[in-house]
């Protein structure tokens, strides 16, 4: 028993693993909310575009 929980205590594999998992994890929801912010503003671009062609094509 004694050994066991000195390997526990002086193992690092697991810290390591979890905290490559916790940089991932953060790496994954900073790339989705920048992902949703560029969308959100290349759609209101499209839209602007979109509007000044549509206006354009009947003046």
């Known amino acids: 028993m004694r ?7 002086t193992e690092e594999e697991g810290a390591t693993m979890v905290e490559y998992a916790l940089m991932v994890a953060l790496i994954a929801a900073a790339a989705i909310t920048v992902i949703g ?3 959100t503003a290349i759609n209101t ?3 602007t575009v ?4 549509s206006g354009a094509g009947a003046g």
């Open 3 to 9: 050994n066991f929980l000195n390997r526990l205590m």
């Open 37 to 39: 912010t560029l969308s």
């Open 45 to 47: 671009q499209f839209t």
């Open 50 to 53: 979109a509007g000044k062609v």
